[in-house]
């Protein structure tokens, strides 16, 4: 008797294949949805680390800080060998370091001016950066000492084409006003609205500019062989600096609750702590995109939502059709009940219905989006793409997390079964002897 | 004949030598200024401009000119207390912007936004509301302390004979490395200001073409501020409602740039 039933429920299931069909397609469909959606978020977040880490050359950073005599904060790493002296004693590995200053700065070109920030590193070494920055105008074999890279979009905005002279204005790390002209060598594609903000110059030029010693920078990028060995990475580091007797920064997780990523934390605490001398702060490039995982919550949300959505129609669906399927069976029931089959048999098998379609249609939905989602993957949309942020190498990327998944398909059996429960619970509740009596 | 070609002789070698001890002297004098009475000069420029035991307040209209854009008027109420390193800086027009602030507290500016209710981290070295003013034109004078002569000259500025005193940066505490004052002789009413950039290029001319009379203490009634680096944009700052007298406490606080917004 025990497997009689589900038995049974599979036989009925066959017997109406379209309606059948119709049901569990309903219910595909909108776990095909959503899986696609949580794929996609799945994957977002990693793309969005990788390329911007890209983009900032480095998973793992050392910034550098320094307490003047009068307590201004000065962002500079004057000497790195006892960094490079703790990843030795670590044992770390690296692919490779990027020396960095950054500075916020007014261009200015025949009376358009733009406010920006300007990344200082070693254009005529770094190739890292010449195959991740796309050119869309001018070349790298032009770059000189006072080149800058703009985005298309700042570009635009200043009007200006490779080969222009554009005059920016900015502070030095102590605050004074300074200029510095700037020979604008290539125009970038805009990658996504981080990468049309950037905007690349020559370390050693900006490093003089802004009152820099020759060796000084502000920040030192680990690019590793993986996005996930960068919190290890940053950990381990952190703990051989400290164990050095380097003074640091705190490492943060960020502000419960509120907006503020981990490397925001870090900064507020830079300028609230009581401290003096020199410190360094240790982060990965996830301390800093970490809003991205709230876009991330917010797409499981929404599929959430939409799961939910979806599935009270089909449930309204689910719940007439076993409502149908009690009243055409009616005198199946009635001789059922007749030959000694128990209320709550009859009701474990519409149950059984119920639950099997769910899981047929979850299972098959499931199957429908890890097929479109390698068709969608195929597609390669290029490194010009506006997109190409969340993209990995110009392709859309999924990854649907396991635990997700199964979620879903729980959520799913957990709706189906109690839309058919109440059609259920009704032929459960029939007296044989109506129920044969009853003329369809 | 002889002692008239001799005098005749002597006539131009005593008018060069004239002229020489002329310049000489003219020189020597402005040398001397260089030591003591230039230094003394920015002293009084930072009398003029502070108010030691004394608050102030003023309105400021500030007109602004961009290259490609319309004109744009804002009006700022600024209170100071330099004694204690602290102002406030109220904005009236535009509309849109109205009732944002600043304050400052020794070394630390905030500003408020009262369509978020929130303060945020600001600096004296920041341009106030769009204009080429900057936070820090609202602090005490301290040219004294700050920077020292590094040439004195002469010149003429309009109608008036001025010292022009070429100053440089004692520290790293101020925004321009290099400035160049031009200062009226008769009277020391600074005329017109030059600030220069670390490297030396000229980043900001600010002159002042009307002064008012305030506890006899000459103090500007307008500024023209005239961007180097972007030809074509200025500011006109006129300062109206000048005042002295002792300001609330209240005013150089937080709850006070909130409370106006209510």
Known sequence: ?440 | MNTIDISRRRTPALAVAAVLILCLGMSLGAQGLSNQAAEKILEELDDLGNFPGKDYSALFTIVSEKPGEKQSVSQVRVFRRDSRKQFTILVMLPEVNKGQGYLREDDNVWFYDPTSRKFSHSSIKENLQNSEAKNADFTASSLKDDYGIQSIAEGKLGQYPVWILELKAKNNEVPYELLKLHIRKDRTMLLKEEAFSVNGRLMRTTLYPKYVSLENKLLPSQILIVDEINKGEKSQISMTEQNVEKLPDKVFTKAFLEQVNR
Not at chain 1, 196 to 209: F, G, P, Q, R
Not at chain 1, 217 to 238: H, V
Request: proline share 2%; net charge positive.
């Open chain 1, 1 to 440: 008797m025990k497997f009689i039933i589900p038995r049974i429920a599979l036989r009925n299931l066959s017997r109406q294949k379209k309606r059948s069909f119709l049901l569990g397609g309903a219910i595909a469909f909108g776990i095909m949805i959503v899986t696609l959606i949580n794929g996609f978020a799945g994957a977002f977040i990693e793309n969005v680390s990788e390329n911007f880490s890209y983009l900032m050359a480095g998973h793992v950073f050392v910034q550098g800080a320094e307490k003047t005599a009068s307590g201004k904060r000065l962002s500079v790493i004057r000497d790195d060998s006892i960094i490079f002296s703790a990843l030795r004693d670590s044992g770390l590995d690296y692919e490779f370091a990027t020396k960095t200053s950054e500075v916020s700065a007014s261009l200015y070109f025949e009376g358009k001016t733009i406010r920006q920030t300007l990344t200082g590193l070693d254009l005529a070494t770094n190739l890292f950066l010449r195959e991740r920055v796309v050119l869309r105008q001018g070349s790298w074999d032009t770059i000189g000492p006072d080149s800058i890279i703009l985005s298309e979009k700042i570009a635009s905005r200043l009007n200006v084409l490779p080969g222009d002279r554009i005059t920016a204005s900015f502070q030095t790390i102590t605050g004074q006003n300074n200029i510095a002209d700037f020979t604008l060598a290539a125009i970038s594609v805009d990658s996504s609205i981080i990468g049309s903000t950037m905007s690349y110059v020559d370390l050693a030029y900006i490093n003089e500019a802004i009152g820099l010693k020759s060796g000084e920078y502000m920040a030192l990028g680990f690019m590793l062989r993986d996005l996930k060995a960068a919190e290890p990475f940053a950990a381990r580091l952190y703990t051989s600096m400290a164990g050095m007797g380097i003074h640091l920064f705190e490492r943060s997780a960020g502000e419960e609750g509120t907006a503020t990523t981990p490397f925001q934390a870090m900064m507020r605490a830079q300028r609230t702590e009581d401290w003096e001398g020199s410190r360094y702060s240790v982060y990965t490039i996830d301390d800093i995109v970490s809003q991205a995982k709230q876009i991330v919550v917010a797409l499981d949300g929404a599929s959430l939502v939409i799961l939910l959505v979806l599935f009270a129609i089909v449930m309204i669906g689910i719940n007439n059709t076993f409502r149908m399927v009690m009243y055409e069976r009616i005198k199946e029931i009635g001789t059922m009940r007749a030959l000694g089959v128990q209320r709550k048999e009859i009701k474990s098998l519409f149950l059984n219905e119920a639950l099997f379609l769910a899981i047929g249609g979850a299972v098959s939905g499931i199957v429908l989006a890890l097929i479109a989602m390698s068709l969608l993957s195929l597609i390669d949309f290029g490194m010009n793409t506006p997109a190409f942020m969340i993209m990995k190498n110009g392709h859309l990327s999924f990854f649907v997390p396991p635990l997700r998944a199964v979620f879903n398909v729980v959520i799913i059996a957990i709706l189906t079964l109690l839309a058919a429960y109440f059609p259920a619970k009704a032929a459960a509740k029939m007296e044989p002897a109506v129920a044969l009596r009853t003329a369809k």
